[in-house]
């Protein structure tokens, strides 16, 4: 009995030491292969990725730069998710036509809706040029001369890729810049808007059940990417036709249970899971408090305007949504390092690593790194704090100032001659029209009001009565005229007068002193990784997200947050209709979804427990821009769409703890009875191959 104990212990911590990370898809071969099939995969590395013969990869698109789509029929079909799709999908409504609050399905391929600037990228190829980059790159060079070398390798690099002509390609630092990787790619410029949930469908349960298990959210939209005859990308043009795509997934109708394989394959934006205790210290305690303060402030005005008034209701919708999203997630990432205890086992890591560096007698080689990053860091504090907290006031939140800051780049622009003022006012006047579009002086000076004093100690809101920018009519008579004209009628306006001193300090003192620090910090952190993985190399790394296409994998499984408690992994509809509240913006549910709920009219969609599943978790390890995943089964099929973190996990862009991170997905039988039974666009279920790996 003991022994049986024993290899089961054996057996979770093993398991859990293989999940988190998010992996180089070219060389998955060797451990995360085997770790994959470990945790029930029957894929090979090849299947995921491959140069010569159609892999997975040839599936995932980076949409826009920002988020993550897969293609999903062979005529260019493409899932992402209602919240990636939200400006788009917002574009094209108008009251009559309100694609947001409606949805929007597009019968024919003649009705589906083109996107200027809309863009979906795919990877062709990922080659290792580390040693290119580098070469001549030597210990002795200051940070600068390194950079200016590893420019100048980057330019031979590119000019002698071999790659078809209207391929890009692009250099990313991997592994604080200790390895380097580059990409082919390929981008396609002709993607239409197909079909939309209404919001209360994809963005059910909004503000209040983000980044929150239980989750009851069917967070997709449906485009397809369009190419030239050629089956090659092209500009917009009616001419062209569906794309024939190298690989799109199939999609499972036997959805998953607890314990199953999954892996998320897409574009995760940002982590930082190697930064030394100090500094997780300084974001915790220094950094997410006053940015969490900064837009707290700023929503308590927005949302209290928003719910008194419709016009400014809609105006302020997704600048809310972007401004409470980072917020919430801070105070989730916080409460997580808090009770994972990061910290402290952060600490004793390091301490490990410097009883290791001194027993291989390497402190010579590397230095003192943990006490150097110490005074680096004290050094950094205030400056890193009050960079943020401008980037918040200025930049994020309140408007006016925004405009501020963008004029007094502008007013630089001119020192350098009147073609580059005429360049810089001419995208001021764009800005400013974007501004003004969704502009409510009301709610700016509200913000102004309960920001500013978070950055100065001078808050004069009367410049609100007197400043030109408060309309866009006043904002563009200011700018007409010969350059020496606007420069002055500038310098007289009572909002640039006011802000100019600061952004000026920011510019001459505040940003050099924070990059003069970031610079020596990110040297640091470069020599840090190097020796981690030269000191400790038996530890699993994995190089931090930065945009670049990754594998995650883990399994599906549900969480205890706290004592006492389970959360399984899985919803149902059953959940959506708990929530129900009617006519409410965050739950109200729509008519015809719950006549579908009391008919029970599920289709092939139902789970094996005749209920319709809406969400599920999983132990794959994802950030910001993983949004639009696919989470593929072990066999390759799509069986989810990854959205969100659960509120526990949130820390996981700096501490992956395999016990309480998940990230969400949408469970791909939800977005079929969508398609099929609510929209009743079934010639997009017809294009699809769907599959019964499990029968
Ligand atoms: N938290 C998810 C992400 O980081 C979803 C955001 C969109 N949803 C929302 N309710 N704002 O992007
Ligand atoms: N919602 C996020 C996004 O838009 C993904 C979720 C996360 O940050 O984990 O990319």
Redesign the pocket.
Known sequence: MKYIKLIFFLLAIQVTAQQGGMWIPSLLEGMNESEMQNLGSQLTAKDIYDVNNSSLKDAIGHFNG???SEVISPKGLLLT?H??GFSQIQSHSSLENDYLKDGFWAMSLEEEIPNEGLYVEFIVRIEDVTTQMLEGVIETMTPREKQSQIDLNRNKVIKSVDKEDWHGVKIRPFYKGNQYYLFVTERFEDVRLVGAPPSSIGKFGSDTD??VWPRHTG?FSIFRIYADKNNRPAKYSKDNVPYKPKHYLPISLDGIEEGDFTMVFGF??RTNEYLPAVAVEQITQKVNPSNIAIREAALKVIDANMKADDQIRIQYASKQARIA?AWK?WIGENLGIEKSGAVAIKRKFESEFTKALKAQGKTDIYGNLLSDFDQLYAEFEAVNVKRNNFVEVFIRTNELMQMMFRLTQMENAANSGEASFEKARASMINRLKGIHKNYSVKVDRGVFNSVMPLYTDTVDESIYDKTAFTTLEGALALLEGDMKTVISNLNNDAAYTYAKPMVLDFYTNLEPDFQRLNTKINALLTTYMKALMDVMPEERYFPDANSTLRVTYGKVNGYAPRDAVYYNPVTYLDGVIEKYVPGDYEFDVPQKLRDLYDAKDYGQYADSNGKLPICFLGTNH????????PAIDAQGNLIGL????VWEG?M??IYYDPEICR??MVDLRYVLFIVDKYAGASRLIDEMTLVHPKK
């Not at 950030?623 to 639009?628: P, R």
């Not at 990854?642 to 973190?645: Q, S």
Request: overall charge negative; glycine content about 16%; proline content about 3%.
């Open positions: 920002g988020c993550t998710n919240h990636c983000n980044w967070d995760p934006g999203n997630k994802t950030t910001g821009g993983n949004s639009g995943s990854n959205f969100d973190r949130t996981s862009d990230n969400i």
